[in-house]
């Protein structure tokens, strides 16, 4: 089950935690990976270690027009396009009443606006093979909120809503859209949280411990399948029971 | 029928899998061939495609019969 040879995937955000954990799962599952992400070292070296099927797409998606020729090159790139894991995200904390413009604005760019722009550009292709899984990489605070986080949580909020209405409009066509929602991940992310963070965090976990990139990776692995076929517009919670929704 | 027609038919034919008698120069491809929206977005993609020409969104709005699609691509068409 779960088998991916012959799809060909890109990853976006493929130098983080998480992202490269998906990255090494759909490649270990037999897809062609195109990892993109802003570090080409690390990118290059993520691809090293991968060896075949794996190749390396930089691209900065604060760039619009480097957003929408993205899926175009992964496409030349790999041969064809049939999964694509929209995983970048970037945090810009602040208390609401102290938001500036540009904090809001980078990550509703990024997590959101740079998703939708992917995703359209790689849709054509999808559904004139009829064949396509959209995932995007979403989050706990998405659908609970969280005090700091009304950016983020409103970027991933978006994401959501936005992957409902595509999968609903796409879904006849073999192409599905479903969002992972992680909850506290081992990360580069999470490394910023300070000590009185992490405890109380752990606190609200039921599982007792931070996820690990493996433990959303097998989501996207899934969700990228043929088996998931039928399973469309769909948020995957990975969070130890944090949230149960 | 003008060879551009011809292959306009056959695309229509193809994807919405209708028969060839309903695929008229009036007929349109919601009323008359059951077309859904995103049938019309794949229509067009598929035009450009066998066409090599691109056609703008404000241009496929307006093509809503199959005499619209070949009057377009008579005036636009690449490989002609």
Redesign the interface.
Known sequence: MFDLTGRYALVTGATGGIGGAIARALHAQGATVALSGTRREALEALAAELGERAHVLPANLKDEAAVDALPGEAEAALGGLDILVHNAGVTRDNLFLRMKDEEWAEVIAVNLAAGFRLYRAAL?GM??RRYGRLIGITSVVGVTGNPGQGNYAASKAGLIGMSKSLAA??A??NVTVNCIAPGFIESPMTDALNEKQRSGALERIPAGRFGVGPDVAAAAVYLASGEAAYVTGQTLHVNGGMAMI | MSDIAERVKKIVIEHLGVDAEKVTENASFIDDLGADSLDTVELVMAFEEEFGCEIPDDAAETILTVGDATRFLEKNAAQA
């Open positions: 054509k559904m004139k409009e796409v006849s066509r």
